[in-house]
């Protein structure tokens, strides 16, 4: 079974400056995807970015970059010029692609609450 | 607004009582997804259905839970006998068998309590 690990339970960074999240994961498989969900208070958690494990290119979406570093079976999310509006619970997950009518499941971590001071 | 709902987003009930949720995905989406999250944790994986037809349910999923897909649209997640340690998000996520099919896009979730 997969794991997922985010070893910060609380983050804080001051507006306009540099904030980089953990995640590890254990898992024996080759092919996956790698996600960093955030969920604002009291709001629904949407998608931030997601990283094919085949891919060596880092995804990048805007503010949001990750460091994939599949041998190490780690995947950070680095955010830039951090906005007030970043302040959210965010959890990193993990999906096992399936075939054939089986499963996407997303395995979460515990989630890293990051909030962004003035 | 065309995205994921969810109905109620609160309910408060006894223990003992059942209760039902509701989630209508995302129109397009052939699949359909149950997590449930509780305090200070990530989601975790409860059920999944493709189309009308249930794929796969977590061992979290007692038999006093059912949820089905009636006509591969909506989905209910029905709690029978419930107990206090229910409380929880319920959330539901919807994805389509398209390019991007691993994308799941959330609703706002149900918050059970369980007095």
Redesign the interface.
């Known amino acids: 079974a997969q794991t997922?690990t985010q070893s910060q339970p609380e983050m804080s960074v001051q507006e306009a400056e540099t904030v980089t999240l953990s995640c590890t994961y254990d898992t024996s498989e080759n092919n996956y995807?790698l996600f960093w969900?955030k969920q604002p208070p009291s709001?629904?958690?949407?998608?931030v970015i997601?990283q094919e494990a085949y891919k060596q290119q880092n995804a990048t979406e805007n503010r949001f970059s990750v460091n994939f570093q599949k041998a190490a079976k780690s995947f950070s999310l680095k955010i830039s010029d951090s906005q007030l509006g970043d302040t959210a619970m965010y959890?990193c997950?993990f999906?096992k692609?399936s075939r054939g009518?089986?499963?996407?499941?997303?395995?979460?971590?515990?989630?890293t609450l990051l909030t962004v001071n003035p | 607004d065309t995205g994921v709902s969810q109905n109620p987003r609160h309910k408060i009930t006894k223990r003992g009582q059942n209760v039902t949720f509701r989630c209508d995905p995302i129109s397009e989406h052939n699949r359909l997804y149950w997590y449930r999250q509780t305090l200070g944790q990530g989601p975790e994986f409860l059920t999944y259905f493709q189309n009308e037809a249930q794929l796969e349910k977590s061992r979290l999923l007692s038999d006093r839970f059912s949820a089905e897909r009636p006509k591969g649209s909506f989905s209910t997640l029905e709690i029978q006998r419930t107990e206090q340690g229910d409380s929880a998000m319920y959330l539901c996520a919807s994805s389509s068998s398209g390019t991007r099919d691993n994308e799941q896009f959330f609703g706002p979730g149900t918050r059970l309590t369980v007095l």
């Open positions: 997922v995807y969900y709001r629904q958690m949407i998608l997601r959890f997950a999906m692609p009518g089986s499963n996407y499941k997303l395995t979460f971590g515990k989630g």
